[in-house]
């Protein structure tokens, strides 16, 4: 495997992503983070170039990832307008959020 120094691209890209995402603050990442009434708790993972989340404050663990901001808004998105079609689907009602769970 070849040497994986700070200069190398793939470092680069990761620290930039974590940048932007300090840059961003809490206050920007909580309106990303807000859809249907549902929050997602998203991390970023700087050695894989990933964002990966989950929607918060339900029971059920759902989660989603990607590789770019706007990828993993639309990914949350994505997530729960799944987790409500098959609660529909399936007669479950939906739970709301709970910041306790």
Known sequence: MGERSATHPFFRDAQRKAEL??????????KLQN?????????FHAE???FTGRIAGISD??????DTIPGI???FQEAVDDY???CAQTGKPPEN?????
């Open 21 to 30: 995402l300090c840059f961003l603050g809490w206050e920007a990442m909580s």
């Open 84 to 86: 409500l079609a098959v």
């Open 48 to 50: 894989d170039e990933l």
């Open 61 to 66: 663990m759902i989660g989603f990832h990607a």
């Open 35 to 43: 859809y249907r009434g549902y929050a997602a708790a998203i991390q």
């Open 97 to 101: 959020f709970s910041p306790a769970k």
């Open 73 to 75: 808004k639309a990914a």
